[in-house]
């Protein structure tokens, strides 16, 4: 079974900047789509950034210029570098993951459990 684990987030500053990981865990093959999505209360969930097998971004426009995501496909790792945090930015994040399991190829879409994070002062 393959779960997706994420770091801690935690309280920042306006202005700050936060690093959040996210591990593949279990009988991973292939990893397509890699990345972020996250909610803020009375919202629905959202795109931050996800990232192909080549490491080709997406970003959400209002992200753009301050996040930065990438991945280790050895490891099968993701991160999301967020710099200039805003208010805004406040929500729970959740990884994101399209992948193929081994030994079966089984295809499945996956969520991590999410973790907030809170930019305030």
């Known amino acids: 079974q393959v779960q997706l684990v994420e770091s801690e987030g935690g309280l920042v500053q306006p202005g700050g900047s936060l690093r959040l990981s996210c591990t593949a865990s279990g009988s991973v093959d292939s990893i397509y789509v890699f990345g972020w999505y996250r909610q803020a209360p009375e919202n629905e969930r959202e795109l931050v950034a996800t990232?192909?097998?080549?490491?080709?971004?997406t970003y959400a426009d209002s992200v753009k210029g301050r996040f930065h995501v990438s991945r280790d496909n050895a490891k099968n790792m993701v991160y999301l570098q967020m710099n200039n945090l805003k208010p805004d930015d406040t929500a729970v994040y959740y990884c994101?993951?399209?992948?193929?399991?081994?030994?079966?190829?089984?295809?499945?879409?996956?969520w991590g459990q999410g973790t907030p994070v809170t930019v305030s002062s």
């Open positions: 990232a192909t097998f080549s490491n080709v971004p």
């Open positions: 994101y993951a399209t992948l193929v399991t081994k030994p079966d190829l089984w295809y499945q879409e996956l």
